[in-house]
């Protein structure tokens, strides 16, 4: 029997970081599609200049317990339900694991995988079934990033939510898609919550870059398709693949990446 398809007009949506990047071009596509949608980031002004008179605006720090429960009262005193929970804020730590303070690396955890986990706690109780959970990971939450180890083990641990989410959530029909992008044009190399961001990892990967706007086209098909997992760019899928079938090629290919990127900084 063919999956059903999503249907977005008139569908409440809970988008977190919807101040920028790949969260306010997904905002775009979602009140295109007719969808009314709650607005979390803490960029009041950028949240305003994005919502219309039928959105939510919820100034959040996604990393405080407090400001998560209030982004789902909200959500539900606002609208009552909630179909589509999108937990897309995310942060990076870019730093030697051996050498990284813990207190950034705890911060990146709060925002990358506890809020995540904790919407989806508190937003299950008001989900009507056929409703659906979108997890923005990253492709290093499919491939360990050597200069971003710590970020990867966010996403991992985001990953191992998504895909226990989908059949512990499958009785109540609530469906949940793993978004793994690579590398998308936004600000968030420059929003690093500790370390230097790598810039020029390879050409290759750079070609591969994406707009915001972009991915948030192609996370609304595989919305609207119920798809379980999204790579973008496709060609990803190559990483991912090598990871499970010859790790020891792809191990061979990072440590040389992190040759360049040390020879570059020394
Ligand atoms: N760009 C890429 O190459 C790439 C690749 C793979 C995966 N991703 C993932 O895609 C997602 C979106 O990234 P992006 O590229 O769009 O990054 P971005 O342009 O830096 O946007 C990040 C968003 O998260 C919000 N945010 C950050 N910390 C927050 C906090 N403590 N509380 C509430 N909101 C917070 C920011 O809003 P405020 O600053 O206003 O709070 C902003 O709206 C992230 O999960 C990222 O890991 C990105």
Same mark, same amino acid.
């Given at each position: *029997?063919?999956?059903?398809?999503?249907?977005?007009?008139?569908?409440?949506?809970? %988008?977190?970081?919807?101040?920028? $990047?790949?969260?306010? =071009? &997904?905002?775009?596509? &979602?009140? #295109?599609?007719? /969808?009314?949608?709650?607005?979390?980031?803490?960029?009041?002004?950028?949240?305003?200049?994005?919502?219309?008179?039928?959105?939510?605006?919820?100034? =959040?720090?996604?990393?405080?317990?407090?400001?998560?429960?209030? =982004?789902?009262?909200?959500?539900?005193?606002? #609208?009552?339900?909630?179909?589509? %929970?999108? @937990? @897309?804020?995310?942060?990076?730590?870019?730093?030697?694991?051996?050498?990284?303070?813990?207190?950034?690396?705890?911060? *990146?955890?709060?925002?990358?995988?506890?809020?995540?986990?904790?919407?989806?706690?508190?937003?299950?109780?008001?989900?009507?079934?056929?409703?659906?959970?979108?997890?923005?990971?990253?492709?290093?939450?499919?491939?360990? !990033?050597?200069?971003?180890?710590?970020?990867? /083990?966010?996403?991992?641990?985001?990953?191992?939510?998504?895909? $226990?989410?989908?059949?512990?959530?499958?009785?109540?029909?609530?469906?949940?898609?793993?978004?793994?992008?690579?590398?998308?044009?936004?600000? #968030?190399?420059?929003?690093?919550?500790?370390?230097?961001?790598?810039?020029?990892?390879?050409?290759?990967?750079?070609?591969?870059?994406?707009? /915001?706007?972009?991915? +948030?086209?192609?996370?609304?098909?595989?919305?609207?398709?119920?798809?379980?997992?999204?790579?973008?760019?496709?060609?990803?899928?190559? +990483?991912?693949?090598? /990871?499970? %079938? #010859?790790? $020891?090629? !792809?191990? =061979?290919?990072?440590?040389?990446?992190?040759? $360049?990127?040390? @020879?570059?900084?020394?």
């Amino acid at each position: *029997m063919p999956r059903q398809t999503l249907e977005l007009q008139n569908k409440v949506v809970l %988008l977190t970081g919807a101040s920028e $990047g790949i969260g306010a =071009a &997904l905002a775009r596509v &979602l009140q #295109f599609r007719g /969808a009314r949608v709650a607005l979390v980031a803490r960029s009041e002004k950028k949240l305003k200049e994005l919502a219309r008179q039928e959105d939510l605006v919820v100034v =959040a720090d996604l990393s405080v317990q407090a400001d998560r429960m209030k =982004a789902v009262a909200d959500t539900i005193s606002c #609208f009552g339900r909630i179909d589509v %929970l999108i @937990n @897309n804020a995310g942060v990076g730590v870019y730093d030697k694991t051996i050498a990284v303070p813990l207190q950034p690396v705890r911060k *990146m955890f709060e925002v990358n995988f506890f809020a995540p986990l904790e919407l989806c706690q508190l937003a299950v109780p008001y989900m009507p079934r056929g409703s659906m959970i979108v997890n923005v990971s990253s492709i290093g939450g499919k491939v360990i !990033l050597p200069w971003a180890t710590l970020y990867s /083990a966010t996403k991992y641990a985001l990953n191992a939510l998504t895909e $226990g989410l989908r059949v512990e959530l499958h009785p109540r029909c609530i469906h949940v898609l793993g978004v793994y992008p690579g590398h998308v044009r936004t600000g #968030f190399q420059q929003h690093i919550v500790h370390g230097r961001a790598v810039e020029d990892l390879s050409p290759f990967r750079n070609r591969l870059a994406i707009s /915001a706007e972009e991915c +948030a086209r192609l996370i609304l098909r595989a919305m609207e398709r119920r798809a379980r997992t999204l790579v973008v760019p496709r060609l990803y899928w190559f +990483a991912v693949w090598c /990871a499970h %079938l #010859f790790p $020891g090629a !792809l191990e =061979a290919r990072l440590r040389r990446m992190m040759q $360049g990127i040390d @020879n570059s900084e020394s």
